[in-house]
T-cell receptor
């Protein structure tokens, strides 16, 4: 089993839609969780950290389910500019962060 | 704008060349990383330096040689690379348990 797994997509959604991505991780001792966004041929940029109680930043909501070992990202009211690859990042107990394979989102007009 | 600076942005090198990638950060982060990213794949961890000491080497071939001269600088020395080493090389820094801050990357082509 991979340390961090994501559905690669692509997710093709219309503007204004709500879309959710999940990411599962294998190490039950993982403590740090993040969502990054990566545009084509650019570096990954931090979108948001994921906290145990769940957290929201504008249209974006992140949640952590420790029992089932997954994190999720919900995007409401999708914009064209949300089109990107969304990478789930988890610490895997070796003081280094591991990336999921990424989920491609394409928001269409 | 990125607070982690990588140079050069693009590099083309032959298989017999020796070159170096450079990375600099002034955020006081004590961990620095090299990642390699191929097209349509996620970044793959290569090396981690923690407090200027190499703490993780993900079984990277010896033709890649990292160096951390001080807490702000990280280099990756390249020698006798193969065409399949062509990729985007990303440097990142962080504090413990904090998110990674990435540089813009060096796009490397080995001919």
């Amino acid at each position: 089993r991979k340390e961090v797994e994501q559905d690669p997509g692509p997710f093709n959604v219309p503007e204004g839609a709500t879309v959710a991505f999940n990411c599962t991780y294998s190490n039950s001792a993982s403590q740090s969780f993040f969502w990054y966004r990566q545009d084509c041929r650019k570096e990954p940029k931090l979108l948001m950290s994921v906290y145990s109680s769940g957290n929201e930043d504008g249209r974006f909501t992140a949640q952590l389910n420790r029992a089932s070992q997954y994190i999720s990202l919900l995007i409401r009211d999708s914009k064209l500019s949300d089109s990107a690859t969304y990478l789930c990042v988890v610490d895997t107990g070796r003081r280094a962060l591991t990336f999921g394979s990424g989920t491609r989102l394409q928001v269409q007009p | 704008d990125t607070e982690v600076t990588q140079t050069p942005k693009h590099l083309v090198m032959g298989m017999t060349n020796k070159k170096s990638l450079k990375c600099e950060q002034h955020m006081g982060h004590r961990a620095m990383y090299w990642y390699k990213q191929k097209a349509k794949k996620p970044p793959e961890l290569m090396f981690v330096y923690s407090y200027e000491k190499l703490s993780i080497n993900e079984s990277v071939p010896s033709r890649f040689s990292p160096e951390c001269p001080n807490s702000s600088l990280l280099n990756l020395h390249l020698h006798a690379l193969q065409p399949e080493d062509s990729a985007l090389y990303l440097c990142a820094s962080s504090q413990e348990s904090s998110p990674l801050h990435f540089g813009n990357g060096t796009r490397l082509t080995v001919t």
